[in-house]
Structure formats: C-alpha cells, structure tokens
C-alpha cells in the first residue's frame, strides 16, 4: 500500500537481511521505507550536486580554451 499518491517500488532483499535491516531501522526509531527514501534523496542530491559541478568545470574549460 502507498500513501500520499506515491507509487510503489518493488525490490529484492533476503529475508534474513530485511529481518536485521527492520531491527536496524527500529532501532533507529524509523521506518525501512523511511530510511530507505532518506538514502535515496541523499544520493540522488549527490549526483545532480556533482553532475552541476562538472557542468561548471567543463564551461569554465570551454572559456580557457578560447583564450
């Protein structure tokens, strides 16, 4: 079941690995699908972070090498 209109995601874990990745997250005081979606944002932040770094890096290259 999905909430607030977002869909679902299936993936592939082992049982045992879901079971202790569950005690983790309770342990933490959240949700698997909690953490799971703060891991993914934190990643995808990451990336479009780098991805607007190497844009800079490659357009400051292009004004260099017109010089």
């Known amino acids: ?4 209109g977002t869909p679902g ?3 592939r874990i082992d049982d045992a690995t ?3 990745y569950g005690e983790l997250c309770e342990a933490k ?4 699908a909690d953490d799971i979606r703060r ?3 934190a990643q995808v932040t990451a990336w ?3 991805q607007a770094i190497e844009r ?3 357009k400051n290259n292009e ?3 017109d010089d």
């Open 29 to 32: 005081g959240t949700s698997r």
């Open 9 to 11: 995601r299936m993936v």
């Open 56 to 58: 800079r890096l490659a």
């Open 39 to 41: 891991h993914v944002h």
């Open 1 to 4: 079941m999905t909430t607030k």
């Open 48 to 50: 479009r972070k780098m």
């Open 63 to 65: 004004s260099t090498d």
């Open 18 to 20: 879901w079971a202790a």
